[in-house]
């Protein structure tokens, strides 16, 4: 005859069965509806009907924040988080929220991304992410499965909203569990590699400078060569250094000047000052520090040889937002699990869990884009890479609500 537990080890036994179950269910958690998947179909057909708002002459989107177009795909997206099964309300930011209930008393998981643009932009950046998440809600609901975290599907506005009102739309560190973006690529890393779904190891950071090259103005036809104090020349060199400096140092930093001013700007004058940026961006920030003492120096050399000087203003900072490597390691497992390739990489580009990292664990996922094009009305990604991209963050999702963050 089988022997029968006492009340206190059966009591004891079963609270560790279920404190067990609660901490490491994800042990569990693989084997609810392996075969589940969103509906392919239904979420091309929600990114298409988005594009027609703002569409532009050559094909892309013109929904700049809070524009008549983005203000219509805002209440075509409400239409569908509602159809989804989602309590859909509007924060004083003009976030769009969509909520769904979970079992247990937790704080919510949070998922999306963005839908507006910047001027002739593509129809990728940002609805990919918006989409794919009402349709992960849509496909919980329609099968039933109510996840122990309550969901936020959650698509971000550009808009600053009420400044009397906005401390009731903000969140504290605590008061999310985890946030999951799906996004493409916007660059042609995947593509390249051949590997179906990025698992973003961070967002990187960001610093700029103003940088100003002082020379002398002069005649350009009176002055000999070897008497000049050319700002502008100086300013070329600099700008070679720059990229120079960015190729040989190993790393994945990446180094900019995207503008540059001379004055007075007269094809038969010397320029007398010059005025360019600089950006630097990498996932550490002490990189990007030492790029930029590194590219100092090469100012200060450069302005020794042509009789000019370098004087730099930093006036932007945005600090890097590493994702969190429990998530990583669900992307990536999950990602094998669906018999995708996977391929670890940083986001160069700034996302709206770069700002959500500063409060909760974060993990993003990207898809490929083809060519690397992006902000333009070239961008694209195939169809399948997108539905790809959607079941990843489907079982992704899954499997962060097993956990306790």
Same mark, same amino acid.
């Given at each position: 005859m089988p022997r029968l537990l006492s009340r206190r080890v059966f009591a004891e036994t079963a609270v560790a069965?279920?404190?067990?179950?609660? /901490?490491?269910?994800?042990?569990?958690?693989?084997d609810v509806a392996p075969q589940l998947r969103i509906r392919a179909d239904r979420i091309l057909r929600h990114l298409r009907g988005l594009s027609e708002f703002g569409r532009t002459a050559a094909g892309g989107a013109g929904r700049v924040a809070f524009s008549d177009a983005d203000k219509a795909a805002r209440e075509y997206v409400l239409?569908?988080?509602?159809?989804?099964?989602?309590?859909?309300t509007v924060d /004083?930011?003009?976030?769009?929220?969509?909520?769904?209930a979970g079992s247990l008393d937790l704080p919510p998981l949070m998922f999306g991304s963005h839908i507006d643009s910047v001027p002739e932009g593509g129809n990728y950046d940002g609805p990919v992410g918006s989409v794919s998440?009402?349709?992960?809600?849509?496909?919980?609901a329609e099968e039933g499965i109510q996840t122990r975290h309550p969901l936020e599907v959650v698509?971000?506005?550009?808009?600053?909203?009420?400044?009397?009102?906005?401390a009731a739309a903000r969140r504290e560190p605590g008061d999310i569990a985890a946030y999951l973006e799906l996004h493409v690529e916007q660059g042609g890393i995947l593509e390249s590699r051949q590997a179906e =779904?990025?698992?973003?190891?961070?967002? /990187?950071? =960001?610093?700029?400078?103003? #940088?100003?090259?002082?020379?002398?103005?002069?005649?350009a036809g009176t002055t000999?060569?070897?008497?000049?104090?050319?700002?502008?020349?100086?300013?070329?060199?600099?700008?070679?250094?720059?990229?120079?400096?960015?190729?040989?140092?190993?790393?994945?930093? #990446?180094?900019?000047?995207?503008?540059?001013?001379?004055?007075?700007?007269?094809?038969?004058?010397i320029s007398g000052e010059v005025t360019l940026s600089l950006e630097i961006r990498d996932l550490e920030m002490e990189r990007i520090d030492q790029l930029f003492t590194m590219m100092e120096e090469a100012g200060a050399r450069i302005g020794a040889e042509t009789g000019t000087t370098f004087a730099f203003d930093r006036f932007y900072v945005s600090r890097a937002a590493p994702t969190d490597e429990r998530i990583r390691s669900i992307i990536e497992r999950v990602t094998r699990e669906l018999s995708l390739s996977t391929l670890r990489m940083p986001s160069g580009a700034g996302h709206d869990a770069q700002s959500i990292a500063r409060l909760a664990p974060v993990g993003m996922i990207f /898809?490929?884009? #083809?060519r690397g094009i992006s902000h333009s009305p070239q961008e694209f990604s195939w169809p399948r890479d997108i539905v790809n991209g959607a079941n990843v963050l489907l079982h992704t999702l899954l499997n962060v609500d097993s956990r306790r963050w």
């Open positions: 069965a279920i404190g067990a179950f609660l /901490v490491w269910p994800s042990l569990l958690r693989s239409g569908l988080m509602s159809v989804a099964g989602l309590e859909t /004083v930011a003009a976030n769009l929220v969509g909520r769904r998440a009402i349709e992960v809600a849509q496909t919980l698509i971000f506005s550009n808009e600053e909203g009420d400044p009397d009102r906005l =779904i990025g698992v973003v190891e961070g967002i /990187v950071g =960001i610093k700029r400078w103003s #940088v100003t090259v002082t020379g002398f103005a002069n005649h000999p060569m070897d008497q000049r104090r050319d700002a502008l020349v100086a300013a070329a060199e600099f700008i070679r250094a720059v990229s120079r400096t960015a190729r040989d140092v190993p790393g994945r930093h #990446v180094a900019t000047v995207g503008r540059i001013q001379a004055e007075p700007g007269a094809p038969n004058v /898809v490929p884009s #083809v």
